[in-house]
């Protein structure tokens, strides 16, 4: 029945990290002890002062009607003061916030109001598996350069140059990254702010939305660079580092006419995000962020743990990674090993085998622009992690 839909959705890849969770869940459902390490999300429950927050709104009765498109006014001013006091970006204003159901619905707004068919996103790689699909829905095409292990998978400015045509519209990068967990430093910013720079109506989307899980103690946003905010549109939001997932909260902040316009758009598609939701995130950004710190102190731990376990596993390649709550090992040792039935040809192949012969979900790299790797989530709790670990370990040393 394919040739009843649309070429858009029928072209458009499922997403992996959502395609192995809904298997994991499905074998969960027939009584198999699986441990889900695929999808992107904490574990921890939403701090209580933001819980709280949310009740009280209700009963105050006064957030029950639609909200405003782009937000409650003193949501976007809460924002806009975070971005100006910690991040350093002074031009922040509410007027250039735009509050969405998500940090993706951010992105997608973004790229639909930016993109003509053919115009070019060059996606530093390995990427968030949804940049890419969501260019080509906005007529776009993606663009990657691609970060090696050695260099803990950070593509550089140089690389961006090389790639830079008259077609280019847009870059973007995640950092923290989803899926290295790398961290660009300022340093690498500001060179590739120079790069942008040098190229007339080149803009950049930063994707934040990992910022308070950061073990450097060092996250630099790259529209706090001189010349750079007319450049920039910086994505946010509270799903991670407020462990506020299900309540889908994202933003953006972004140059005014480009704010204006995702305020368009999403006044066609869904209009403002529940307004609940949005009381609760106006706690968590001007509300107590001990919980938060908890548990980025929490990952931290878990990170150390995990690394030293995968270090154990004969084969792995891993680098130390510096934020987010992923590891993103190499694995190509085991590609053309078997056992029985099995033969192993790539990543999408090893995580099957893990799947069913370790009851370990993990996520192919080759949705992240890397094929040799799979990410692996450590928001799990450290007996889930070391058990998980454990029978990972025992399933690889099958395989010759």
């Known amino acids: 029945m394919n040739n009843l839909l649309s070429d858009r959705i029928n072209q458009m890849e499922e997403s992996a990290t959502l395609a192995m969770a809904k298997k994991a869940r499905e074998l969960k459902g027939q009584g198999i002890d699986i ?20 009740k009280a709104s209700i009963d105050e009765g006064k957030y029950f009607a639609y909200p405003p498109v782009a937000g409650y006014q003193d949501l976007r001013e809460a924002i806009a003061k975070k971005l100006r006091d910690v991040n350093h970006i002074s031009e922040a204003k509410a007027e250039n916030i735009v ?33 890419a699909e969501i260019i080509k829905l906005a007529g776009g095409v993606p663009v990657l ?25 847009a870059i973007i990068y995640s950092s923290p990254c989803n899926p290295t967990g790398s961290v660009f430093s300022k340093e690498e910013l500001e060179a590739i702010a120079e ?37 920039t549109i910086t994505v946010n939001g509270f799903s991670k580092g407020y462990a506020m997932t299900g309540w889908r909260v994202g933003y953006i902040c972004a140059p005014l006419f480009i704010a204006k316009a995702c305020e368009k758009m999403q006044g066609q598609f869904t209009s403002g ?10 706690a968590a950004i001007s509300g107590d962020h001990g919980p938060s710190q908890e548990m980025e102190k929490a990952y931290f731990k878990r990170r ?9 596993i004969p084969g792995i390649k891993t680098h130390v990674p510096e934020g987010a709550f992923y590891f993103f090992p190499d694995v190509s040792a085991f590609f053309g090993k078997t056992v029985g039935d099995y033969k192993i040809e790539n990543a999408d192949d090893l995580c099957l085998y893990i799947l069913e012969k370790a009851n370990v979900s993990l996520v192919t790299g080759a949705a992240f622009g890397a094929p ?17 670990l454990k029978r990972i370990k025992e399933a690889l040393a099958k395989l010759s």
């Open 304 to 312: 150390e743990l995990v690394l030293e376990m995968l270090r154990d």
């Open 145 to 169: 350069i691609e970060g090696t292990l050695e260099n803990n998978f950070k593509a550089t400015a140089q690389q961006l140059k090389e790639v830079l045509t008259d077609k280019t519209k």
């Open 195 to 231: 790069v942008v720079k040098s190229k007339e109506d080149l803009f950049v989307i930063a994707d934040e939305i990992y910022e308070l899980i950061n073990f450097t103690g060092k996250h630099a946003s790259i529209a706090a660079f001189p010349g750079m905010f007319e450049r």
């Open 99 to 131: 509050v969405s159901t998500g940090a993706k619905h951010s992105i997608a707004n973004i790229f639909m109001c930016m993109l003509n068919e053919g115009d070019e996103v060059v996606i530093f790689s390995p990427y968030w598996v949804s940049y």
């Open 273 to 282: 995000g529940t307004g609940i939701a949005q009381r609760a995130a106006l």
């Open 372 to 388: 040799d790797c799979v990410r692996l989530s450590y928001a799990a709790s450290e007996d889930e992690l070391k058990e998980a």
């Open 35 to 54: 441990i889900s390490l695929s999808l992107g999300e904490p574990d921890f429950k939403t701090p209580k002062h933001i819980q709280e927050a949310a």
